[in-house]
């Protein structure tokens, strides 16, 4: 059809979410966008606990699904289709999502998406940029650490991944080890801004190494070792940690980001336009990160896009989009038998 309409949701991990998207010819609308933001439940033990994510998003789904159509001003009977995160994710937040669009689609004889999380945070730019493929994606969260080459809607390419901790993992636990707030990032961000970021040598691992994975939990030790070679630490200590830390991210990521740009061109070429680099995920928040990532692209005839940050981390948004791209690329609806997949790379 010309014009569709789809209700998304997602509850994958922490952030329980609904949104209503519109797409025509001319690309798409933000109708919706309801966000209920477990972090107060899980803060506590400075970490998500599946359990209580599960039983929130019990909890408050339903409410933000209707939130969602009221704020569209719509009825489910005028949508095209329901889209809900099927994977990768925490098994029983997918459960609750995706049985819930089950129930809806079934009742209401529309046909159910079920998107895999990471095809949302890769579509994105095209919704909020009007992106045209192909394009590289860096997905940095607290789950995900990914170069993507984005060829296609339903056609990607994995170049790297992370060999241990995701890269909002490495801020969380930083931050953990240092007493500092979570989530990790914010804290670690602006003790960094005020200290000093070349105090401490802290590695920059695998630079140099040709394959485009990431690794972080060499750096963690190393943050680690640090704090306990110069305990107590005092406000100062820490704060020059966190630069350092920041630094060492910068770098490895100014390196290994570089060679999937160098890669870019030496296989696909520019094809006539600039490529471009998509971030997304929470990272994408850091001031630091966005800069070095900008000039970097700068450097290598890349422009630099990232989307409003409330749609870089986790939304609903991003779901309904996904869906409504694959129902514009012809590509079917799911069964409702469709299970989730809780490992979906
Ligand atoms: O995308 P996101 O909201 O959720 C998922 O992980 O899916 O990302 C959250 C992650 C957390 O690890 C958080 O510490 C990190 O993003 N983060 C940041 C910043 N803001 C959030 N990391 C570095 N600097 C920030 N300013
Ligand atoms: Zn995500």
Redesign the pocket.
């Known amino acids: 059809p010309a014009k569709t309409l789809i209700l998304g949701i997602e509850t994958s ?1 922490d ?1 329980t979410a609904a949104a209503v998207v519109r797409r025509d010819s001319e690309g798409g609308a933000i109708l919706s966008n309801v966000v209920f933001s477990q972090l107060e439940e899980h803060a506590a033990y400075g970490g998500v606990v599946p359990e209580i994510a599960a039983r929130a998003h019990v909890e408050v789904l339903d409410g933000l699904i209707r939130q969602a159509l009221d704020d569209a001003g719509l009825e489910l009977r005028d949508l095209d289709a329901i889209a809900a995160t099927s994977g990768p994710g925490l098994i029983g937040g997918l459960i609750v999502g995706l049985m819930t669009a089950k129930a809806i689609a079934a009742t209401s004889s529309k046909p159910l998406y079920a998107i895999n999380h990471l095809e949302g945070h890769a579509l994105t730019a095209r919704l909020t940029n009007g992106l045209d493929f192909p394009y590289l994606l860096l997905l940095v ?4 650490t990914q170069m993507v080459f984005v060829r296609g809607v339903g056609d990607y390419q994995r170049w790297g991944t992370t060999i241990d901790d ?1 890269l ?2 490495a ?2 636990k930083t931050a953990k080890l240092l007493g500092l707030a979570y ?4 804290a ?2 602006k003790a960094a801004s005020a200290g000093d970021g070349r105090r401490f040598d802290l590695p920059t691992p695998l630079r140099g190494e040709s394959r485009l994975d990431f690794s972080f939990s060499g750096l963690k030790t190393a943050v680690r070792q640090t704090a306990e070679r110069n305990a107590p630490l005092d406000e100062t200590d820490i704060n020059d940690i966190c630069a350092s830390f920041q630094t060492a991210i910068v770098e490895t990521l100014t390196e290994r980001v570089g060679r999937a740009l160098d890669r870019f061109h030496r296989e696909i070429g520019a094809m006539g336009e600039t490529p471009q680099l998509v971030v997304a ?3 994408a ?3 630091a ?1 966005r800069a070095a990532l900008e000039t970097l692209c700068g450097k290598h005839g890349f422009g630099f896009v990232a989307p409003p940050l409330h749609l ?3 939304n609903a948004v991003m779901i309904a989009w996904a869906a409504a791209e694959r129902m514009a690329a012809g590509l079917e609806a799911d069964s409702l038998e469709t299970a989730p997949r809780p490992r979906w790379p």
């Not at 969260?141 to 995900?144: A, E, F, P």
């Open positions: 991990c952030e969260s607290g789950g995900h995701a909002g993992e801020f969380d989530p990790g990032g914010p670690v961000e995920g929470g990272v928040a850091n001031a990160i870089c981390t986790d």
